[in-house]
């Protein structure tokens, strides 16, 4: 199987990843973990993006690419992966398809996690995130064992300045438009399929695993 997981920030998409992906025993890719693995390793591809992020810029679309061209080349993902934040736009989507072609892969399923703003903003409002290993705890809906403290590295938990309210609400605005083409492009394909993500995690990963049975 191979499944691309879209969704709105606070939609659990990095969680549900995941736990889907032990589920399935297939391979999860997160560009974000891609991305910080090749700069703490300083691979070439890693130390030109640290370069960008040095300077306060957004990694390009084309060094994500070549990353994900790498690790598209392992062993691993041949049973199959789930994609965790790629694509992001319209020119991501269209790159993808043609680095699954080359490797003769296509995209069985497409699952569009849909948030309601409500909901995105309370997730987003109380994540804590680790400063040392980037895990999400969440203050309400999953606390860590000790208040402030990593449970799986001891460290530091804190609040990112984009995980405040009015941020937040800009950053559906802009997300909104961006994914509107995306699923577009993917209900052309027929590959996309959409599943409330207001649900508990537990609730919402069953529904994804039967979806993506049904269609594998």
Request: glycine share 8%; net charge positive; proline share 3%.
């Amino acid at each position: 199987m191979k499944i691309i997981l879209l969704g709105p920030p606070g939609a659990g998409k990095g969680t549900q990843a995941k736990r889907l992906a032990e589920e399935l025993v297939l391979a999860h890719i997160s560009t974000g973990d891609l991305l910080r693995q090749n700069v703490k390793e300083a691979s070439a591809l890693g130390k030109e993006a640290r370069g960008f992020m040095e300077r306060g810029l957004l990694v390009p679309d084309e060094l994500v690419a070549q990353m994900l061209k790498k690790r598209f080349d392992q062993e691993d993902i041949r049973k199959g992966f789930i994609l965790d934040g790629y694509p992001r736009n319209i020119n991501q989507a269209e790159t993808l398809d043609r680095m699954l072609k080359d490797n003769n892969v296509r995209i069985d399923t497409v699952v569009y996690l849909d948030t309601s703003d409500p909901v995105i903003i309370q997730r987003l409002g109380g994540r804590l995130v680790c400063s040392n290993c980037g895990t999400n705890f969440h203050t309400r809906n999953m606390p860590p064992k000790k208040e402030g403290i990593c449970d799986y590295c001891a460290g530091k938990l804190y609040q990112r300045n984009d995980d405040k309210e009015e941020t937040v609400r800009k950053r559906i605005e802009v997300y909104k438009k961006e994914v509107a083409s995306l699923i577009k492009y993917y209900r052309q394909q027929n590959k996309l399929h959409t599943i409330s993500s207001d649900e508990d995690a537990g609730v919402v990963l069953n529904k994804i695993i039967a979806l993506v049975r049904q269609n594998g």
